[in-house]
């Protein structure tokens, strides 16, 4: 049986402004925002939130898949100013990657020997976790190509039967034919 997974994930983002008389991207300006969206594979909404121009945001995921994020700016006035371009820079940390351990570690006092064995078995559940989702994703697999073939060989039974009572049906009409003309 599979088992859910939840998953924590950290975005941190920061957005660039492009400067017409420089010709360079330059940080933004604290009254452009961003609203941040994420949903989840099954287009439920995870997070939907407002954020400054640079910010860090930070969801749980309990369904495993290809998750979507969207950043809207909160102003087009800004950008149409700056010539429409905003450059926005994203980084994604997932699972184990998303912890940080050396606050982890002078939260717990844990020594370096401590840390890194709480590091180690992070990445195994992480590791199982991935193996599990695999296990998931393969099943799937095979159900949908379970259902391709069994809908291929109908398919192909209907093709036949209707190929053989066409002929069935061409032979009469030229038997017919044959004898209405006296030729049999």
């Given at each position: 049986m599979w088992k859910r997974m939840v998953r924590i994930e950290i975005g941190n983002y920061r957005t660039q402004m492009w400067d017409k008389q420089k010709e360079v991207f330059l940080p933004s300006t604290p009254g452009l925002g961003m609203h941040v969206e994420v949903k989840d594979p099954e287009g439920k909404v995870v997070l939907s939130r407002q954020y400054g121009s640079e910010g860090r945001f930070t969801f749980t995921s309990h369904t495993p898949g290809d998750h979507q994020i969207c950043l809207h700016s909160n102003?087009?006035?800004?950008?149409?100013?700056t010539g429409g371009?905003?450059?926005?820079?994203?980084d994604i940390q997932v699972g184990e990657h998303a912890n940080n351990y050396p606050e982890i570690a002078a939260k717990?006092?844990?020594?370096?020997?401590?840390l890194?064995?709480?590091?180690?078995?992070?990445?195994?559940?992480?590791?199982?976790?991935e193996?599990?989702?695999?296990r998931y994703r393969e099943e799937r697999f095979r159900l949908t190509s379970e259902s391709t073939n069994q809908r291929v060989l109908w398919w192909?039974?209907?093709?036949?039967?209707?190929l053989i009572l066409t002929g069935i049906w061409q032979m009469r009409h030229?038997?017919?034919?044959?004898e209405a003309k006296k030729l049999v």
């Open positions: 102003s087009t006035r800004m950008v149409l100013f371009r905003l450059r926005v820079h994203l717990d006092k844990l020594t370096e020997l401590q890194r064995a709480r590091q180690l078995l992070d990445q195994v559940e992480q590791i199982q976790k193996q599990d989702y695999q192909s039974i209907t093709q036949t039967v209707i030229l038997k017919s034919f044959f």
